[in-house]
């Protein structure tokens, strides 16, 4: 699979180390991830807190410069928890989150490489802030909660043209002078990289089907 994205990225004409592939081992088990591992992975994604928190503080101990990203919605409740196990949170979406992300990061000094998720199909059922809410968003992270927002995540509806919501993401990116975005997963990560994806999200190519997730 790396070996897929350092080609997209090439075929798009960027480097072929400027795309991080994130394998999303959520729904598979601690094996699967051990074996990722040795196959010389080091980016996983989890997309709830209790399994991230069954299956990687073991696997850290055998592999320290493990990188571990929460991809999935994320309570406020959870913030303390997350932001002591996660080196990114893909999820922020709402003042409250990142207020609590704020405390949580002064009072621990650990500080996760953060990311606000954009509804670019302003779906009701999806989380993620409104692209027109999006640079006032940002903006109050920083100002209000201390918070440095790397960048932005999308998840295209599924009925939809992915690169649209792709295109959409990269401006907003550019706009709020971010320089990170995390899009584009199994079934879309090479147009995503071609629209300027810098951390690509893929769990089904990597480990196969997940059972009930
Ligand atoms: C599950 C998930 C993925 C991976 O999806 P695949 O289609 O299996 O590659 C990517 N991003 C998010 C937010 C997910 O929840």
Not at 91 to 118: M, W, Y
Request: charged share 25%.
């Amino acid at each position: 699979m790396r070996g897929r994205v350092e080609k997209a990225a090439e075929a798009a004409g960027r480097a072929a180390d400027s795309v991080n592939l994130i394998a999303v081992s959520k729904g598979h088990p601690i094996e699967a991830v051990r074996a990722a591992l040795a196959a010389g992975q080091r980016s996983f994604g989890e997309n709830r807190v209790q399994e991230a928190k069954s299956k990687f503080p073991e696997l850290r101990a055998s592999a320290p410069d493990l990188e571990l990203h929460l991809i999935g919605p994320l309570q406020t409740n959870k913030a303390r928890e997350a932001v002591a196990l996660f080196d990114a949170i893909h999820s922020v979406d709402r003042a409250n989150l990142a207020e609590t992300l704020g405390h949580e990061i002064a009072r621990t000094g650990r500080a996760p490489k953060l990311f606000v998720q954009v509804n670019t199909g302003e779906e009701p059922q999806k989380a993620g802030v409104a692209p027109r809410e999006t640079l006032a968003f940002v903006r109050q992270c920083g100002e209000a909660f201390g918070l440095k927002i790397a960048g932005l995540m999308c998840i295209p509806p599924e009925d939809e043209e992915p690169s649209l919501h792709f295109a959409l993401l990269l401006k907003l990116a550019r706009e709020a002078g971010l320089n990170e975005r995390s899009m584009g997963m199994s079934a879309d990560y090479e147009a995503a990289i071609r629209l300027g994806a810098t951390h690509v999200r893929v769990g089904t190519a990597i480990f196969g089907a997940r059972s009930n997730v």
